[in-house]
């Protein structure tokens, strides 16, 4: 069964302490992996796709990597404007023509000025 | 340009109830996909419309119903509505292409926070 596993749950840091979130997935075959940022009483929105084991997307103070079994999202010298819940999601192949995705529970961060 | 609008925002229904609730997606945007948003179970996927076609649907039971109509707006029916139907629900619109198995950027809008009581 296709899962995502995202860690840690709660995450605080002082601005300008950079650190990673991880997205752990199990799929039999990945057709993309999502990257949301959702803010309090507001829908999520999107960050990144990734579809292969070693590519690499930046936005800003984030950088979204992939390898087979998960994912890193890098925040550099994090802002309290980076405050959020990070989102991740998986389409697996199991999918077929089925364009469900998978989500995480997501890891909330807390930047402190 | 104008984003993914959800109405009602807010709604508190009784225990036996039904409710409806409305998307309007991006203009141009022919693919609109409905979550259920809980703390414990996260985001979970309801259905997805296109061109008035579902064309997904996730392990809900039939007491969730959605519909898409000719501009692309859609509605989604909650019928019997139970104590565990509290959640907020995001409507996600896409530019995705006929025939396409590919996710690609979702734009959501704020949700409707439903109670039930």
């Known amino acids: 069964e296709d899962q995502v596993t995202q860690s840690p749950e709660a995450l605080r840091l002082q601005e300008g302490e950079s650190s990673s979130l991880n997205c752990s997935y199990t799929v039999s075959g990945l057709r993309g992996l999502f990257w949301y940022r959702q803010d309090p009483g507001k829908g999520p929105e999107f960050l990144f796709t990734?579809?292969?084991?070693?590519e690499e997307k930046e936005k800003e103070r984030l950088k979204a990597t992939l390898t087979k079994k998960e994912s890193f999202l890098h925040i550099t010298a994090p802002k309290p404007e980076d405050s959020a819940t990070y989102l991740c999601?998986?389409?697996?192949?199991?999918?077929?023509?089925?364009?469900?995705?998978?989500w995480g529970l997501g890891t909330s961060l807390a930047v402190n000025p | 340009k104008a984003g993914v609008t959800q109405t009602p925002r807010y709604l508190i229904k009784t225990r036996g109830q039904q409710v409806t609730l409305s998307c309007s997606p991006i203009s141009g945007h022919r693919s609109v996909s409905w979550y259920q948003q809980t703390p414990g179970q996260g985001l979970q996927f309801l259905f997805e419309y296109f061109s008035e076609t579902q064309r997904n649907k996730g392990n809900f039971p039939g007491r969730f119903s959605g519909r898409q109509f000719s501009n692309s707006r859609s509605e989604m029916n909650v019928s019997t509505l139970e104590l565990g139907d509290s959640a907020l629900y995001l409507c996600a619109s896409s530019r995705e292409r006929q025939g396409s198995s590919m996710n690609t950027e979702a734009f959501f809008g704020q949700g409707t926070r439903l109670t039930v009581v």
């Open positions: 999601a998986v389409q697996g192949v199991n999918a077929g023509n089925n364009r469900k995705l998978i």
């Open positions: 990734l579809y292969s084991a070693g």
